[in-house]
């Protein structure tokens, strides 16, 4: 993976963020696996099964290395522990859309947009909704209902693996990641505010 990471950071223009269990960077180290990825050119660290209450450490070593820690949100997390969550989290706050398992989805739940609510009324740094969300118009009702923009991975697996080539597989997948972008795209995603690091530069957000 980190290896993948350092060939393709040179001609990717968008941050790239490694999502990733704790298990692999136990193993290497905390200081080795944030310094390795930092150098392959990752700008943001996703780790889904770290609590809050043990990221101090990791977070100060992302910052030392130039990287963002993005913390979770889900819809049982208690609006105390959102407030902990924003406050901790680097970049923006991936907001989980539901309980259970990724995957693709029909529709996004009408909750999602109270979570959007309440996590704004804690923070203002951006906010990204994922989990289900898997067409263009699916952001565009996330992003509608105030998300500052949306997080897609099964449907982007979907289409490169279920296509009859390699070639047509990367098409499909350039085809869904345009449709989605479009969907997301906003002025109002890009509302002034504080705090953030290099991902939230990218909603405007100093």
Known sequence: MIDLVKRVSPGIRAPIVLFTYYNPIYQRGFETF?????????????VPDIPLEETAELSAICAKNGLDLVLLSTPTTPIERMEKIAKASNGFIYLVSVTG?????????????????????????????????????QAQQVVRWGADGVIVGSALVKALGEAPSPEEGLRRLEALAGELRAGSNREGAKAPGAGGGFFANLFGKK
Request: a neutral charge; glycine letters at 12%; proline letters at 2%.
């Open 101 to 137: 398992v990724t995957g693709v989805r029909t529709g996004v739940e009408s909750r999602v947009e109270e979570l959007v609510r309440k996590l704004k009324t804690v923070t203002d740094k951006p906010v990204c909704v994922g989990f289900g969300i898997s067409e263009e118009q």
């Open 34 to 46: 944030v310094r390795e990825i930092a150098d392959a050119g990752a700008k943001g660290l996703l």
